[in-house]
């Protein structure tokens, strides 16, 4: 699907907006994170799992990806939008831009008919406890791949 024919299709223009700016941010997360491995990237020392290794930053970035739009399409009550999980974190890195594709194309399906009102409320709880409307939640979802980018790109800054 072309970006011309999405914005024909999309019933509410802001929610086309943010899934176009999240596939840019993904993009550019998963070449920023090829930079971070190309220099041999160590993340700081944490008990986090998701930062274990650069490896499995890549995996929470889009696992996170999934899961954001599973559970929006599942408090609106939309079918479920086929995103497979992503490829064991020991593939991930041969298989990133296969699975960005399939991600990025799934991401684009399933809001193109909700409307403006709907995407602003009701608010639903998240997983982590905290109240969001659709929309707030597809802002979230935009800002993830953007905040580890940049966690990513100001550890390079100092090595």
Known sequence: MDTLSDLQQYRYRGARAMILMHEKA???FVETWRKAKAVNVELPPTEDE???SLETLLYH????ARGYMVWICDKLGLPDPQ?????PVEELDAKADEYL????SRWRLPLMSVEEETMMRPSFR????AEYCIEGMLG???AHPMR???QLEEIMAHE
């Open 126 to 129: 998240s997983r982590w406890n």
């Open 148 to 150: 580890h980018g940049f």
């Open 83 to 87: 995103i497979m999980p992503p490829p």
């Open 61 to 64: 970035v889009f696992r996170a």
């Open 50 to 52: 998701d930062y274990a």
């Open 101 to 104: 594709m399939h991600l990025n």
């Open 26 to 28: 993904m993009r550019e």
């Open 140 to 142: 979230h979802a935009l």
